[in-house]
């Protein structure tokens, strides 16, 4: 076979086990032989770019580029649609269309899906654009990242119109919601609140190659243009199943209202065994040209309403308030209740997020409260039954203090968060950054568990995570439940965290709002601990990425005199406190004196892949132009007051395929 007919051959195979796979749920190769026949595809085009195609499978891995997004007008508006709660309010829009027609329309329900609405443009069957909501006239173009959403077809099959726009909404399954916010609790990301939240905030994503790992799916509802295959929206629909698109299977027809309220009823309790959220049904007219002749008001159609769920709600009485503070200090306020059922499990504390949620309420105890499920993972208070109040109880009003240890609590500006400052000398921040420092990844250092860190604070053996290098076996195989093995294995991992590459070991301190990546970007910017340490706002927010509220943390960090401590002390027990030779290996002379300023967006390496290349060619990547620069690195879209201001001095201005060339060559 040709080369240019094996790649079309391996694209089409390979989008039809996506189909298989993502639409029908249905696959039939292995995960392995996939990925393996991906790799094949993916090393032909590698080597063969004259056969590139933006519709390409391999397109769906998402590059690793930063892209702001480009707004673009909808074509038809994104309008929204009316919502009911009561089956009197489904009964009148029935009865409104209805007098409308003079006759009784034909109704098609739906599973109203919880995510985040999209817009996809197919000109030719292929994929062309893919647009967000923004306000209803203009959204995000955000094609890129909804090509990596493997249930979404590059490319479609059949008799499919020439153009046209297809309607959906773009979901995180309730499996990925759950993996994604466990992993951000770990690094100590703030959570988000519910899978719409997610998917929403992940397709705004500037970077494909993560919105391709958290894994979006999507369900299609609406065709918009000028030839579409049939009169009715059911049988539209239909179509789009075969050209490819992820239909859901729960759309019905219906003849009477009776069979509307049959299929709420249905879903009401079915859709819990759903794999994606959903918050009520949607009712359409079926036929186009009735909903032709209902038309639109200003806000929404009005041919279709929404029915919203009821969410699950409890009365329960609130009995106290406790508050938790976690490893960083952060204070979470929590209902205690009267243990009461809801949606299957016994609740018995629920979430009061801060204090302004909490003054919002005008909460008092004793208070007869109503709990939701809704689409969150806590439970949480959404109001309190004024009228059951005989007696009123004492409000509630946030703590001053820390419930641990007494410091008073702050707030930073702009956060709803309190604070205890404490870091040091606040018991569960103590025991909560030396269990994030042994973390796996973190330092990764075993047998120091939760409740064995416990033990080990409570006797006085451990109060900073610079003591874990000064623990001994003798000391450790003393404590009750530890023997002597177990205790010759801590110290052996200790031992070995000592060689935990410095970036980790950036993560492992502990430094608020310092996650994994942020910590690698820190580590390869700043290169060792001095420099890191001394770093003044400007350079920290020069990195890519830092911002203010994470450069204001670092500062704080340093500027506090027991973390100095505890950083020459780590020092002396010989952590790694520098980037290791291998990463910071020089290449070249090539650049050096060379002050060089890097500005737009490149499509061939990262912004931080180019730093490390300036700096490993012995030059120096600077943030601003002025006449000290020697040379800028230009992308696309340079700020045109660095284009000014570089011309008005003279600075030499050099692309990407130019400064690659210049280091190439020997
Ligand atoms: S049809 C003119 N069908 O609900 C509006 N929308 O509140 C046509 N939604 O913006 C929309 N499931 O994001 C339609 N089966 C479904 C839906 C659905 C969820 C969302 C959609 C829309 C919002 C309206």
């Not at 009461?340 to 309420?361: C, F, M, P, W």
Request: glycine residues 6%; aromatic residues 8%.
């Amino acid at each position: 076979m040709m080369i240019k007919e094996k790649i079309e051959s391996l694209r089409k195979e390979l989008e039809e086990h996506n189909h298989n796979y993502y639409v029908l749920s249905r696959p039939t190769i292995s995960d392995l032989e996939f990925d393996m026949k991906l790799k094949q595809l993916q090393d032909l085009e590698k080597q063969h770019p004259e056969y590139a195609d933006p519709s390409s499978p391999t397109q769906r891995i998402g590059s690793d580029i930063n892209t702001s997004f480009k707004q673009v007008k909808h074509k038809y508006p994104m309008l929204s649609l009316s919502n009911t709660y009561s089956e009197e309010e489904v009964d009148d829009f029935y009865k409104r269309t209805t007098r409308s027609l003079h006759e009784e329309p034909e109704l098609v329900c739906e599973l109203k899906y919880d995510g985040t609405s999209i817009s996809l443009i197919y000109e030719n069957g292929i994929l062309t654009q893919a647009i967000t909501r923004g306000d209803g006239e203009k959204g995000d173009d955000v094609t890129e990242n909804v090509k990596t959403i493997r249930s979404i077809p590059l490319k479609l099959h059949g008799n499919y119109p020439p153009l046209f726009e297809i309607r959906g909404e773009i979901l995180m399954p309730w499996n990925v919601f759950e993996a994604l916010n466990k992993e951000r609790e770990e690094q100590e990301e703030p959570l988000f609140a519910n899978p719409r939240n997610a998917a929403s905030g992940t397709l705004k994503q500037q970077n494909p190659a993560i919105v391709a790992s958290r894994k979006l799916d999507a369900y299609l509802y609406y065709l918009l243009g000028d030839n579409l295959p049939y009169d009715t929206h059911y049988e539209n629909l239909q179509a789009a199943a075969s050209w490819g698109f992820k239909i859901s299977d729960a759309a019905r027809f219906c003849k009477t209202k009776e069979e509307v309220f049959e299929f709420i009823n249905y879903w009401d309790i079915e859709r819990k065994n759903l794999l994606v959220a959903t918050d009520g049904i949607v009712i359409k007219v079926n036929s186009l040209a009735q909903q032709r002749a209902l038309g639109f008001t200003a806000k929404s159609p009005r041919w279709a309403i929404a029915y919203k769920f009821k969410a699950e709600k409890a009365l329960t009485r609130l009995n106290s308030v406790s508050y938790q503070v976690g490893r960083t200090g952060t204070v979470t306020p929590v209902a205690n209740l009267d243990p009461v059922q809801l949606s299957g499990t016994t609740v018995k504390r629920a979430s009061l997020h801060n204090a302004d949620i909490i003054e919002a309420l005008d909460l008092h105890i004793g208070d007869m409260v109503y709990v939701e499920k809704g689409g969150e993972i806590i439970p949480k208070i959404t109001g309190v039954d004024k009228d059951s109040r005989i007696l009123i109880g004492d409000k509630v009003v946030f703590i001053k203090n820390c419930p641990e240890c007494g410091t008073p609590l702050i707030r930073y500006n702009g956060e709803a968060a309190h604070y205890c400052p404490n870091e040091n000398g606040c018991p569960p921040q103590i025991k909560g950054k030396i269990e994030h420092f042994v973390s796996r990844k973190a330092m990764d250092i075993e047998g120091l568990g939760s409740e064995t860190v416990n033990l080990l604070y409570k006797n006085e053996m451990l109060h900073n995570i610079a003591d874990i290098y000064e623990l001994d076996v003798a000391e450790l195989a003393k404590l009750e439940r530890l023997g002597e093995k177990s205790a010759q294995n801590i110290i052996n991992s200790i031992e070995s965290s000592k060689s935990v590459p410095f970036e980790r070991v950036v993560f492992a301190l502990g430094i608020r709002f310092v996650g994994e990546t942020i910590a690698k970007k820190l580590a390869n910017a700043f290169k060792n601990i001095d420099e890191f340490a001394n770093a003044d706002l400007e350079r920290l927010t020069n990195v890519d990425e830092i911002g203010e509220r994470i450069a204001d943390s670092v500062i704080r960090y340093f500027a506090d005199e027991q973390n100095k401590q505890t950083i020459s002390r780590l020092k002396s027990h010989g952590i790694q406190m520098s980037l290791s030779e291998e990463s910071m290996k020089k290449q070249s002379d090539k650049l050096k004196g060379l002050s060089i300023v890097i500005s737009g967006k490149f499509n061939l390496h990262s912004r931080d892949e180019y730093k490390a290349m300036i700096e490993q060619n012995g030059g120096k990547n600077i943030g601003s132009v002025s006449a000290k620069t020697s040379m800028i690195l230009a992308g696309e879209n340079m700020g045109p007051e660095k284009l000014k201001k570089a011309e008005k001095l003279g600075i030499e201005i050099v692309n990407e395929d130019e400064f690659l060339k210049m280091l190439s060559e020997k």
